[in-house]
């Protein structure tokens, strides 16, 4: 049983260029969050995914935005990067309605420069 | 705003001792508190979790102690091992279906053989 899939694992980006990041949850999970975590910090939320709408938002720009398809896997997209989006991405899932023990994945580690 | 945080950044045990890594958190709603493990170039791993309404829950190896009159929560570690190695994260959500993650900083946790 596969566990929570990103891609890709690293990526470099310009500042002011846009990226896309991209998650497959578990087996059998349906929702799907997105955390950013910083170098020696702890991640943070940015946003969740249910039933292919927004369900739930951190405190992050509209520069973050996201979608979810119905196969459950999702996006993550920033626009106009900044130096300061350099950070692990990871991607966590879990089973609307069931135990609410999120699942991460490995992440993605996006390097603005 | 609602924080939660740990108290010191790195802990050294000698193999075979007992660890112990505290947390401490301000949100008085959390009503779900979480321990995850984050090895290098890995994304978080769910080690133990407690409901406020527990004050000790015992796993394999761990134990996790909370105290919601000065909002502490503690990890316990018997016998470490050098496979714990790794940075360890106190988390808290608000209720227990699907609800965003609040992370500490982590603390690094190394074992000396």
């Known amino acids: 049983d596969a566990g929570v899939t990103q891609s890709p694992t690293h990526l470099i980006k310009t500042r002011g260029q846009q990226v896309t990041l991209r998650c497959s949850p578990k087996?059998?999970?349906?929702?799907v969050s997105w955390y950013q975590q910083a170098l020696g910090q702890g991640p943070q939320f940015i946003f969740q995914y249910y039933e292919e709408e927004e369900r739930q938002r951190g405190n992050f720009p509209d520069r973050f935005s996201g979608h979810q398809f119905p196969n459950y896997s999702s996006e993550l997209n920033v626009n106009a990067l900044l130096l300061g989006d350099s950070a692990l991405y990871l991607c966590?899932?879990?089973?609307?309605?069931?135990?609410?023990?999120?699942?991460f994945g490995p992440g993605t580690r996006l390097t603005v420069t | 705003g609602e924080s939660v945080g740990l108290h010191l950044p790195t802990l050294s045990v000698q193999e075979g001792d007992n660890s112990i890594i505290n947390c401490a958190y301000s949100n008085s709603a959390s009503d779900y508190f979480i321990w995850y493990k984050q090895e290098s170039g890995k994304g978080p791993q769910f080690i133990i979790d407690?409901?406020?309404?527990?004050d000790k829950r015992q796993g394999q190896r761990v134990t996790v102690l909370l105290n919601k009159t000065v909002k502490h929560l503690s990890l316990q570690i018997a016998a470490t091992q050098p496979g714990d190695s790794a940075v360890y994260f106190c988390a808290e959500t608000p209720t227990g279906a699907n609800s965003k993650l609040t992370f500490g900083k982590g603390i690094t946790l190394s074992v000396r053989p």
């Open positions: 407690i409901r406020s309404n527990m």
């Open positions: 087996s059998g999970h349906d929702t």
């Open positions: 966590a899932s879990s089973q609307r309605g069931g135990y609410y023990e999120q699942y």
